[in-house]
């Protein structure tokens, strides 16, 4: 990645959101949050994001669901999953819609 990418998180925990944008700006990067899926894809709509990290468990919606929803608005918007739930299989799903990547929670600023 390169500093100056705009960066969506969408998360309903709103403490990953805020952890996630204090570790990326001082690098560079423009991190704006989401706490819905719903919420994230209206901002998806509004244009801008290179990069989505999705959560998969959030009230509205699964993060993996809604990879398709996002590729249709952008097919070049990168997507990473990010879960405290991981499993192989859940990490299969998630990249046959379409993610680019999967990291377990927690997870380090390297990581991503």
Do not use: W
Request: net charge negative.
């Amino acid at each position: 990645m390169t500093p100056n990418l705009n960066i969506l998180v969408i998360d309903d925990e709103a403490n990953i959101c805020e952890g996630i944008k204090r570790a990326l700006r001082p690098q560079g990067f423009i991190v704006d949050s989401a706490t819905s899926g719903q919420a994230g894809l209206q901002k998806i709509q509004g244009g801008g994001f290179g990069l989505v990290l999705l959560d998969v468990m959030m009230p509205d919606t699964s993060g993996i669901d809604l990879i398709p929803a996002i590729h249709q608005v952008d097919p070049e918007i990168v997507c990473i999953i990010i879960t405290g739930y991981a499993t192989v299989e859940l990490a299969i799903r998630a990249i046959k819609q379409g993610a680019y990547n999967f990291l377990t929670k927690p997870f380090s600023v390297d990581e991503l």
